[in-house]
């Protein structure tokens, strides 16, 4: 997390305490960022998506969790996305996202808003294919619906740059182990597949 997190968390916390203009949610418009290329994250057809909220102050809980799971899914029309609890035996390629800043405060007259969270994508043998941080701020001067204006925006950012990251994905039988591992040691010992050329 970002040094200056702990601070905005703070911040809503006392603000929240003094009953002060703090992190009250506004809410979240619905947003997706569908690409006709890329129905689903790396080729596959089925993801289970977990949404983890790891605030230090969490407020309104289920709805940040369903505002981030309904953008990535609404995204994603090509997806099946399966239910945390059924997971197949031997596991399931999964997505988890986890919420470090989600809110808004009052500082010195402006409307601070951020949205953070890490995102992690990992096979169904549990190997990570992808990991990265979404992480937006965006600041407005405190007239009415600025708070909600400045999350909005922050939240539209991390949700676009999450959807970019998981589009980028390569299809995962085309992704090759990092040298030095056991993975490439296998796979470099392993027999030519039928038909390969020796040069």
Known sequence: MKSNAGVLLLVCSVGGALGAAGCGPAPIRPLSFPDPEVSCPAGLISWKLDVVDRRAE??????????????????????????SSAEPEGGAPTITVTIHRLGVVEHDRYQDAAAEWTVTATNASGSTLTEFDANEEESRPAYSGADEEA?????RKALQRTVKGLAAMQRLGSIRPHEGTLLAAGSAAAPPSKGAVNR
């Open 58 to 83: 969490p407020e309104a809980t289920e709805k940040a969790v369903a505002s981030i799971r309904s953008g990535i899914q609404d995204s994603f029309p090509g997806c099946r996305w399966n239910a």
């Open 151 to 155: 999350l909005n925006e922050a939240f």
